[in-house]
């Protein structure tokens, strides 16, 4: 008989990449029946999915009893919470104890969690204002404390978020800015097509990876590799800008300046991983994540 695997975030990056990893994989599409967890099941890509055979839930992480319901006979979870939805790390924190919990009471056999380092405790409160890691890290804590078994992925750096930040000036040239050196470590990542990578090995390993956590990133990039292969796919000039953390702030609505100032600190010391390797992780994946160069010929078309 089928066991049941719930996946939060089901229409989003990263629960959608575990839920069509888990759909094209041989062994786990027959070993899991999938329920998809999202606030709107009525939604276009809801719909997709449940014309893909998934069982589709909504639930409101903020509710204990909503939750519960959702997770209810599931064998293995998959979380994600987002603390950009409300910015309000107290409100991310209780969504993720609650599903912690309800995995308790349902007695999960394998929560996993996609977490972040804690900036505040990694760096002796040097960096304090970088709630979407440390909340993430908090949650991290409390599932550790449930006794549920339970494995922790830790996503890169998006590479979607170049899709923003890399913008053609006046000069002609892609100019990429940021306030640390053209050497710090960014560690890569396709949330949207390599999660589901990462989750999928975590399952088929599981007593392996039990406790541990994942590191998800198909490489340590430095802002002067990044641009230089930006520049190889599309033809384009590029250019490297290291600005002083006012300027840095300077370009972000003020609500999150400073949030994303350290953050980009903290890349370049002590490390996005705090410096930790990234091969056995990426030792465990059955298919080769994306590339930083497959990424930019994949989405060239985004910043013409």
Known sequence: MSKLITVFGSTGNQGGSVIKHLLADATLSKKFKIRGVTRDTSKLAAQALANQGVEVVSADMNSKSSVAKAIEGSHTVFLVTNYWETG???????QGQNVADAAKDAVVSHIIFSSLLNVNETTGGRLSH?????GKNEIERYI?????????????YFMSNYLQILRKGD???????????DKAKFPLFDAAEDTGKFVKAVIKNREKVLGHHILEATDYYTPERILAEFGEVTGE?????????EQYKGFLPPAMAEEMLENHLFVEDPGYFAGADLKDSLDLLEEKPVTWKEFVKKN?????
Do not use: M
């Open 88 to 94: 309000k790390p107290e409100v991310e924190i209780t």
């Open 300 to 304: 060239s078309g985004a910043w013409n």
């Open 144 to 156: 550790r404390g449930t006794g549920v078994p339970c494995s922790f992925v830790l996503p890169g």
């Open 171 to 181: 000069d002609g040239a892609f100019t990429l800015a940021y306030p640390v050196s």
């Open 130 to 134: 970088v709630p979407h890691f440390d």
């Open 237 to 245: 000039k590029t250019h490297y800008a290291q600005v002083s953390a």
